[in-house]
């Protein structure tokens, strides 16, 4: 029933919603300035209609999961069962009403998981692929590098950059933390090894502060790296003002970012070359699109952050990828978690890659359907 269409102005009703917290162990750890990860949690949303369409999206939830299915068991359900799936922006503010304060952090991740299945719910009852339902650009394939080669040591470091170069990637990212030394060298050392065909971009995961970013940021720009990626906590704007000043590097950062105001500033005066919600965290494909929007605005990129999230997180971004014109690149992580790997029918980015582009999904909604037997594998108790 997931692909029946109605007539034209039909009103489409929620009928139920459930969130299913999930929880797993990475295959391989990942090793960032913030430390090791051993372990990765998120919240699959579903959303039911009396048509019979079920739409699904992805919660970035790295803590508590189960805290978050209550938080939209109780305050978001209500606000959605017996609503026109159809008016996403509505229920996107009534959802956003919950909470009276600023908006953030675990409300505007539970919105962006319903808001992903509302516009899976639009896209199966058009008919249409998302990405063709957001009347953009309509890219067929996008371009998506290598995430990424860890902190770890250099005999390991070159282990992974080799590893992605001989999967067809020309694009690959370093995690980057400190000693700053040391990261200068890191730097060096897998500029030599890749050679000048392979780009290079670097992450340091708020590793720094101004003077040793400064300091990273020219070494990145004497090897070529095409950009550098959260050197400083989102919070210390005027760090990446002084910083864009102080080094040639294009700089990038919006995985921490809930809502487009958010990332007004940094974007505005141009201290980001390139912006990067993750969709499953910055409010869903709506508020995603209004972020990447602004961004175009004002002559800056779009590059989806996907991180350790799932196949709904990989593929509503590859949706938007195709549709905005301001999209660089978009994330592609290399290890096949469960989240990407059994969730659904789509075999992960990283495996459908062809010499670091994508095919988009062309089935209606997120073209995607759920083994909801790994969801029940998966799912804490
Ligand atoms: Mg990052």
């Given amino acids: 029933m997931d692909s029946v269409q109605r007539s034209t102005g039909q009103a489409i ?120 339902l957001l009347g953009g650009i309509g890219r067929e394939a996008i371009e998506v590098y290598a995430a990424a080669v860890n902190w770890v040591d250099d005999a390991e470091a070159d282990r992974e950059l080799e590893r992605y170069i001989g999967e067809g990637f020309p694009r690959i990212k370093v995690k980057m933390a400190n000693p700053v030394r040391e990261a200068c060298r890191r730097i060096e050392r897998l500029r030599k090894r890749a050679g000048d065909d392979i780009e290079l971009c670097v992450d340091a995961n708020w590793a720094y502060d101004l003077d040793q970013a400064i300091e990273v940021g020219r070494a990145l720009s004497a090897n070529g790296y095409f950009w550098f990626e959260e050197p400083l906590a989102p919070e210390n704007e005027q760090g990446y003002e002084e910083l864009r000043k102080r080094c040639d590097v294009p700089l990038a950062a919006g995985e921490s970012n809930f809502t487009a105001d958010q990332a007004q500033r940094l974007v505005a005066n141009r201290a980001l070359s390139i912006l990067q919600p993750d969709v499953a965290r910055a409010g869903g494909i709506s508020e995603t699109r209004r972020m990447a929007d602004y961004a175009a605005l004002h002559n800056v990129g779009y590059a989806p952050h996907i991180g350790m999230s799932g196949i709904i997180c990989e593929t509503a971004s590859a949706h938007l990828a195709a549709a905005l014109p301001n999209f660089r690149v978009m994330e592609c992580e290399c290890d096949l978690s469960p989240f990407k790997r059994d969730l659904a029918d789509l075999e992960p980015g990283c495996l459908r890659q062809k010499n670091g582009r994508l095919d988009v999904p062309a089935r209606p909604g997120l073209g995607i359907e759920i083994d909801w037997d790994a969801v029940k594998r998966l799912r804490i108790q």
């Avoid at 750890?29 to 919240?43: A, D, E, F, L, Q």
């Avoid at 008016?87 to 319903?114: D, F, H, K, P, T």
Wanted: glycine share 10%; no cysteine.
């Fill in 13 to 132: 009703l929620i009928s139920d919603v459930v969130a299913h917290p999930l929880s797993q162990m990475l295959p391989k750890p990942t090793v960032t300035s913030w430390g090791t990860y051993h372990k990765v949690s998120m919240v699959l949303m579903e959303v039911r209609t009396d048509a019979g369409i079920v739409g699904v999206g992805e919660v970035l939830a790295r803590f508590s999961p189960k805290a978050y299915a209550e938080l939209i068991e109780t305050s978001l359900k209500p606000r959605l069962i017996g609503q026109d799936a159809r008016n996403i922006g509505a229920l996107w503010q009534s959802m956003r009403r919950s909470l009276s304060g600023r908006a953030g952090g675990m409300l505007i991740e539970a919105i962006a998981g319903v808001d992903i299945a509302l516009w899976d719910i639009m896209g199966k009852a058009a008919g249409m692929p998302i990405a063709k």
